[in-house]
């Protein structure tokens, strides 16, 4: 069975592209926190309203964006997106003349609410362009690209904003991303893309899909697992230069380089994860994966003070929690719209931005681990990721005893 039906090669080469640029962004914001630590002399709590602002966005625009491309078209949804993404972009440079931390908030907000509208469009388009026994290994092989974007967003900011920071080495190196983001949207203009399986479906009541999605067990804790996933990324992200800096004691443009090698080990080994999906099932894979995360973690809690060593079990929390988000999202979309189970055509649309709202996680669970570095430490911070991978392992565990009661 192919994991890509032909009427749809093109596009999924041109979805997945998104994916790789909603990644970029993602991972140049964690840097931003770093930045401006030391240019605004702010605390921990006070930057991580930067992963507030973005992740805010993604959980207030997920449920308008899926009802846009509902009425619309998921060509429709990508440009909305890129459109968005552009805006906020080019908005950091009068950001930087207003020296505003206020306005650099806005401008992320803006962004960051494109790469949502993205995100809610393009899973699951890539989710419709083949049958649904091989949609979460696609999704897998999409997402696999996302990481590149992440290792493009570091270089990024490793070479433009952290070798010399300062304000306006942010907005230029954003606004030229938004002038390059115009672009892509140009070609999106022109491109003629495939409509997907659901576009043509029948639009159902909101409420009564909202109904039918809360009543599947499956969906409801796939959104509370991508809930306390996406928090424990973005935290561990987003703390991973202040924690590199003070275990080696190196400046900010060194230990981005430990972060950049955290995001390569997330890439290959997304890719990795998605090869072993033919002979081993994603829950399985996400069994594992959370398990060695949750060590990992602990590892970071408990040896604080051990240099390299702590190090390298940072490192291995981004290669075992690589898998974690498409594989999610795969298992709770995979059966909201079996007939049996009470589900609808269509449905994949909706259940979809509750999954891209859970993003909130990374809004509401950074602030708290910055909290939880101010007033104790660091390493205590890392307590957070830790209870997040343990949710995480539960609703893997979850789905392990669903499929072998639908087996028996």
């Known amino acids: 069975m192919k994991t890509?039906?032909?009427?749809?090669?093109?596009?999924?080469?041109?979805?997945?592209?998104?994916?790789?640029?909603?990644?970029?962004?993602?991972?140049?914001?964690?840097?931003?926190?770093?930045?401006?630590k030391k240019i605004m002399s702010?605390?921990?709590?006070?930057?991580?309203?930067?992963?507030?602002?973005?992740?805010?966005?993604?959980?207030?625009?997920?449920?308008?964006?899926?009802?846009?491309?509902?009425?619309?078209?998921?060509?429709?949804?990508?440009?909305?997106?890129?459109?968005?993404?552009?805006?906020?972009?080019?908005?950091?440079?009068?950001a930087a003349k207003a020296a505003s931390y206020g306005f650099y908030l806005i401008a992320i907000y803006i962004m960051a609410g494109g790469c949502s509208v993205l995100e809610t469009t393009a899973n699951p388009y890539i989710l419709s362009m083949g049958s649904p026994e091989t949609a979460?290994?696609?999704?897998?092989?999409?997402?696999?690209?996302?990481?590149?974007?992440?290792?493009?967003?570091?270089?990024?900011?490793?070479?433009?904003?952290?070798?010399?920071?300062?304000?306006?080495?942010?907005?230029?190196?954003?606004?030229?991303?938004?002038?390059?983001?115009?672009?892509?949207?140009?070609?999106?203009?022109?491109?003629?893309?495939?409509?997907?399986?659901?576009?043509?479906?029948?639009v159902t009541g909101l409420k009564a899909v909202v109904r039918r999605l809360w009543a599947n067990k499956r969906y409801r804790g796939g959104v509370v697992a991508q809930?306390?996933?996406?928090?424990?990324?973005?935290?561990?992200?987003?703390?991973?230069?202040?924690?590199?800096?003070q275990e080696l004691g190196v400046t900010e443009a060194s230990a981005s380089t430990v972060y950049l090698i955290s995001i390569i080990g997330f890439c290959l080994s997304r890719f990795f994860y998605t090869w072993l999906m033919k002979f081993f099932a994603p829950q399985k894979l996400l069994i594992f994966g959370a398990t060695m995360a949750l060590i990992s973690t602990?590892?970071?809690?408990?040896?604080?003070?051990?240099?390299?060593?702590?190090?390298?079990?940072?490192?291995?929390?981004?290669?075992?929690?690589?898998?974690?988000?498409?594989?999610?999202?795969?298992?709770?979309?995979?059966?909201?719209?079996?007939?049996?189970?009470?589900?609808?055509?269509?449905?994949?649309?909706?259940?979809?931005?509750?999954?891209?709202?859970?993003?909130?996680g990374g809004a509401l669970l950074t602030p708290l681990q910055g909290l939880l570095s101010d007033n104790f430490s660091i390493y205590i911070s890392y307590s957070v990721p830790l209870v997040c991978f343990a949710v995480v392992l539960g609703y893997a565990i979850f789905i392990n005893k669903s499929q072998k009661k639908e087996r028996q």
């Open 4 to 36: 890509i039906e032909k009427p749809y090669t093109k596009s999924f080469v041109l979805v997945t592209t998104l994916f790789l640029l909603w990644g970029l962004a993602n991972n140049m914001t964690d840097t931003l926190l770093s930045a401006f």
């Open 42 to 94: 702010m605390s921990d709590t006070q930057t991580s309203l930067i992963q507030f602002a973005f992740y805010g966005a993604y959980f207030c625009l997920a449920l308008p964006a899926a009802l846009f491309i509902r009425k619309h078209s998921y060509k429709s949804g990508v440009v909305l997106g890129l459109s968005l993404y552009a805006l906020g972009a080019i908005l950091f440079m009068p």
């Open 227 to 245: 809930f306390f996933y996406v928090g424990a990324q973005i935290g561990v992200w987003s703390f991973t230069i202040r924690i590199v800096m």
């Open 298 to 360: 602990a590892a970071v809690v408990g040896l604080a003070g051990s240099g390299w060593v702590l190090v390298c079990f940072l490192v291995a929390i981004s290669v075992f929690m690589s898998l974690m988000f498409p594989t999610i999202y795969g298992l709770a979309l995979e059966d909201v719209e079996r007939a049996d189970l009470g589900g609808q055509p269509g449905d994949a649309k909706i259940g979809a931005s509750g999954l891209i709202m859970a993003i909130l």
């Open 136 to 202: 979460t290994r696609r999704l897998n092989i999409a997402q696999a690209f996302n990481p590149i974007g992440s290792i493009m967003g570091i270089l990024l900011s490793k070479y433009f904003i952290l070798s010399d920071i300062s304000l306006y080495s942010i907005s230029g190196t954003y606004m030229t991303l938004g002038l390059v983001l115009i672009g892509i949207l140009v070609v999106m203009l022109v491109v003629k893309m495939p409509k997907g399986k659901q576009d043509d479906e029948p």
